[in-house]
């Protein structure tokens, strides 16, 4: 794992630190907002108050001169109480502003992160995803151009040996190949329009899938069973089939020469389990949780030699079987075999 996870630190805290900042700013420009809407509405009503508590109809002429001092003496004792009102409630405000700006700088906080931290998480796979793929093709490259360079400086290569190089080179771009169609396929099929469901046979998906792969099974004289019933669901007949087509592939791939790959279905009320057990090198119990990680293969598969793939496929059927609201999963004995289950719904 080679990210850069300073920088994406960096990043992180200062992304969060501007969105934090609008988050505070906004929460601010409200409470202020308000506090000027109460303040401006309280003191409207002190004055009010005030003027009308001390205002009292003389046009009759009968208050006399100690009624009218009285009056005065009232007004400015309700204007002090109005005076000290509104000092009150301007601190109060303050405080209360203050106390927003504080609270608010937390939740300001806290939200930023919760925007953020999904954004973060899809960065940090893409970045994962090309460090891995970048990983991936170097290794292939390196052994193409070392051959080459090292063929090169023979004083004399013979047309046999250049032959030979050539072939090699064919060799090595098929499997870059390979890899590069991987690494596309896994970014296409996240774009894969799911939607597109229908009524599916599973038969068809399946005859569909032995059309793939009959090449690869006789060439290894390896017999493929399929045990259908005639089950039909609703779902995408392209996923479908490139998702049994990795699981059979696989299957020829890390079995023995004549021994025999099934293809079963299981119905239940709800859902259909398509089965494809293989009689093959089987898969460790320490591998068996990472087998559907990106680029992950296990050792017994690295060291054979005829096997080359890429630790690609699983992934891709995972993605694929999880873009059509079903889940894979695997069991496996070491030197008996494997058995890959992938759960669909019917409906
Ligand atoms: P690969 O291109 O290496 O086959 P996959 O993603 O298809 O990549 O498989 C990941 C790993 O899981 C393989 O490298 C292999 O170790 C293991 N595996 C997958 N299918 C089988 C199987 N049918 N039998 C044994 N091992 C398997």
Redesign the pocket.
């Known amino acids: 794992m080679k990210i850069n996870v300073t920088k994406m630190a960096k990043f992180a805290d200062s992304t969060t630190g501007r969105l934090a900042a609008t988050y505070l700013a906004l929460i601010m420009l409200m409470s202020l907002g308000f506090s000027v809407v109460i303040y401006n509405v309280s003191d409207h009503q002190l004055h009010r108050q005030a003027t009308s508590s001390s205002s009292v109809d003389d046009s009759s002429g009968i208050f006399d001169q100690n009624n009218i001092a009285f009056r005065q003496a009232v007004r400015s004792f309700l204007s002090d109480r109005a005076s000290e009102a509104r000092g009150e409630l301007l601190w109060n405000l303050i405080l209360l502003n203050v106390s927003v700006g504080l609270v608010g700088a937390g939740v300001s906080y806290y939200l930023a992160r919760r925007t953020l931290a999904p954004i973060e998480a899809a960065m940090a796979s893409k970045d994962q995803f090309i460090s891995d793929a970048s990983h991936e093709l170097r290794t292939p490259l390196t052994a193409l151009q070392t051959t080459n360079e090292v063929a090169l400086r023979k004083p004399e290569l013979s047309l046999k040996e250049a032959k030979e190089l050539i072939a090699e080179n064919i060799q090595e771009t098929k499997r870059l190949k390979y890899l590069t169609d991987g690494l596309l396929g896994l970014l296409k099929e996240a774009q894969t329009n799911t939607l597109d469901r229908t009524e599916v046979s599973l038969q068809d998906i399946v005859s569909e899938t032995m059309n793939q792969i009959v090449i690869y099974a006789q060439d290894k004289d390896i017999t493929v069973e399929d045990v259908v019933p005639n089950i039909k669901i609703y779902s995408n007949p392209h996923i479908l089939t490139q998702i049994l087509t990795?699981l059979v592939d696989?299957?020829i791939?890390?079995?023995p020469s004549k021994s025999t790959v099934t293809i079963g279905v299981k119905q239940a009320k709800k859902s259909v389990v398509i089965s494809v057990r293989?009689e093959?090198?089987?898969?460790k119990a320490t591998?068996l949780p990472h087998?559907f990680d990106r680029f992950?293969?296990?050792d017994?598969?690295?060291s054979q030699a005829s096997?080359q793939?890429?630790?690609?496929?699983?992934?891709i059927a995972k993605k694929l079987v999880s873009s059509i609201g079903g889940e894979i999963f695997a069991k496996?004995v070491i030197a008996k075999g494997?058995t890959?289950f992938v759960k669909l719904p019917i409906k």
Request: neutral net charge; hydrophobic residues 35%; proline residues 0%.
């Open positions: 990795i696989n299957a791939k890390y079995s293989d093959g090198i089987g898969i591998d087998i992950y293969q296990a017994n598969s690295r096997t793939g890429y630790g690609l496929g699983l992934a496996s494997s890959f």
